[in-house]
């Protein structure tokens, strides 16, 4: 484990459905981020949060909604998705917004169906 | 447009090759480049670079920055097939923003 834990670890879901994904830091880190990283392309950044205020959203479709309640948690809500949102979701923090100490986590793998 | 491009996309070689992999970048406000090795899941930190030509060493990995021509690249020295894995190169400009690179996928065979 690298200190950033996701759960699920799989997710399967239906394009009515709606599901969380969860990401959590033990690392005392102060900013969390989450990723996209679909096949043959390059890592996609989707959300920035450095003391649970949004300071970034990269143009992410509204399906797509984040909520980081305290620095240590982070959510991904999902509602509506598309057969092409099919991908792995990495979750990362570090100590700041200077980068250092930058861990991912393991991701979540998900299949919208 | 601030890129990253990484080269080659995906190698195949044996035991006890030596592999370099290369890491271009167009980006704006740089501030430093860092490496990762991603095996199954999660990327895992190898490297961050920030001053040209210091190289940095662990075990049979090194690495090195350009930042006149603007490159980076990783080396493998012996290599092992637990070296095989998506080595990705990431850009951190001073405004914390990160490019990502589309990484190198690397097939060490027995």
């Known amino acids: 484990e690298t200190g950033v834990t996701q759960t699920p670890r799989h997710l399967v879901m239906g394009m009515t459905n709606k599901k969380s994904l969860k990401c959590e830091q033990h690392?005392?880190?102060?900013?969390m981020y989450w990723y996209k990283q679909s096949a043959k392309k390059p890592l996609e950044l989707m959300f920035v949060y450095n003391f649970k205020e949004q300071t970034e959203n990269n143009s992410v479709p509204s399906r797509f909604s984040p909520e980081c309640p305290n620095s240590s948690h982070l959510f991904l809500h999902l509602h509506t998705l598309q057969p092409e949102d099919s991908a792995l979701y990495l979750c990362a923090s570090s100590q700041d917004m200077q980068g250092y100490g930058y861990t991912f986590g393991s991701g979540t793998r998900l299949t919208v169906v | 447009e601030d890129k990253v491009v990484q080269s080659p996309l995906s190698l195949v070689v044996h035991e006890g090759d030596t592999v370099t992999l290369n890491c271009s970048y167009e980006?704006?406000?740089?501030?430093?480049l860092l490496w990762y090795k991603q095996e199954k899941k999660a990327p895992t930190f190898l490297f961050m670079l920030t001053s040209s030509g210091i190289e940095k060493k662990s075990g049979r990995l090194s690495s090195i920055l350009d930042k006149k021509e603007l490159f980076s690249i990783l080396n493998i020295t012996a290599t092992q097939t637990g070296d095989s894995a998506v080595y990705l190169c990431?850009?951190?400009?001073?405004?914390?923003?990160?490019?990502f690179g589309s990484g190198t996928k690397l097939n060490v065979k027995p």
């Open positions: 980006v704006t406000n740089f501030r430093s």
């Open positions: 990431a850009v951190i400009n001073n405004f914390n923003k990160f490019y």
């Open positions: 690392l005392g880190h102060n900013a």
